[in-house]
T-cell receptor, first 109, second 118 residues
C-alpha cells in the first residue's frame, strides 16, 4: 500500500541552526511528494512539492529532493528562525493523499 | 481568491446535540475532503467527494457522522448525536483533480472548525 513515515517530534533547535526532518514513503507507483506546514491555530499550507524523481522543491529557504532510490523526501533548511516554529507534514499523492503524522518544530531565540 | 471557507470556526456543544460543520471550497475545484485532527490520532481523512459525489467514505468513524455535497460550492459534515470523543479540529480541503492527472495537484486547506463536545 501507500504510506508516509516521518520522524517523531518535537524537534527543538536554536535560531540559525540547520534543520532536517526525515520523511520516507512507500508507494505502489510514482507519487508526487509534498511538505505542508501548519502554524498554530491554522490549517495546513503547502510549503513545497516535487512531482518526479530527482526534482527539488524549494520555498522560503526550505528544500526537499525527491529520492526514488531511497524513497525519501527529507526537508532541510540551512538556518531556521523562530517564525519557522510549526508542525510539518510530509505527504504523498498517488490518486489519493496520504499524510505523515507530523513533526513539531520549536525554534528558540 | 478567498480560499477554502469553513464555518463556524469554533463550536461548543453538549453531548447528544446535533452539530453541522460547513465548507465552501475554492471556486473551480472539483474535489473536496473532510479531515479530523486530534493529538492522539493526528490527521485523518473522513470522506472525499469528486464532482459532488462521495468517492471514499471509509474514514467516517460511525453512523453518527454524515456528509453531503449538494452542489459544487457547498458541503456539510453532520454529527448526530455528538459525543465528547468527537472533540477535534475538523478541516475541509479542496483540489482540482481533473486537470493534468490527479497525482500532481495539491490540496488547499481551510482554517478548520474547532469542535468541543461537553
Amino acid at each position: 500500500g501507500n504510506s508516509v513515515t516521518q520522524m517523531e517530534g518535537p524537534v527543538t533547535l536554536s535560531e540559525e541552526a540547520f534543520l532536517t526532518i526525515n520523511c520516507t514513503y512507500t508507494a505502489t507507483g510514482y507519487p508526487s511528494l509534498f511538505w505542508y506546514v501548519q502554524y498554530p491555530g491554522e490549517g495546513l499550507q503547502l510549503l513545497l512539492k516535487a512531482t518526479k524523481a530527482d526534482d527539488k522543491g524549494s520555498n522560503k529557504g526550505f528544500e526537499a529532493t525527491y529520492r526514488k532510490e531511497t524513497t525519501s523526501f527529507h526537508l532541510e533548511k540551512g538556518s531556521v528562525q523562530v517564525s519557522d516554529s510549526a508542525v510539518y507534514f510530509c505527504a504523498l499523492n498517488f490518486n489519493k493523499f496520504y499524510f505523515g503524522s507530523g513533526t513539531k518544530l520549536n525554534v528558540k531565540p | 481568491d478567498a480560499g477554502v471557507i469553513q464555518s463556524p470556526r469554533h463550536e461548543v456543544t453538549e453531548m447528544g446535540q446535533e452539530v453541522t460543520l460547513r465548507c465552501k471550497p475554492i471556486s473551480g475545484h472539483d474535489s473536496l475532503f473532510w479531515y479530523r485532527q486530534t493529538m492522539m490520532r493526528g490527521l485523518e481523512l473522513l470522506i472525499y467527494f469528486n464532482n459532488n459525489v462521495p468517492i471514499d467514505d471509509s474514514g467516517m468513524p460511525e453512523d453518527r457522522f454524515s456528509a453531503k455535497m449538494p452542489n459544487a460550492s457547498f458541503s456539510t459534515l453532520k454529527i448526530q448525536p455528538s459525543e465528547p470523543r468527537d472533540s477535534a479540529v475538523y478541516f475541509c480541503a479542496s483540489s482540482l483533480e481533473s486537470s493534468g492527472g490527479s497525482s500532481y495537484n495539491e490540496q488547499f486547506f481551510g482554517p478548520g472548525t474547532r469542535l468541543t463536545v461537553l
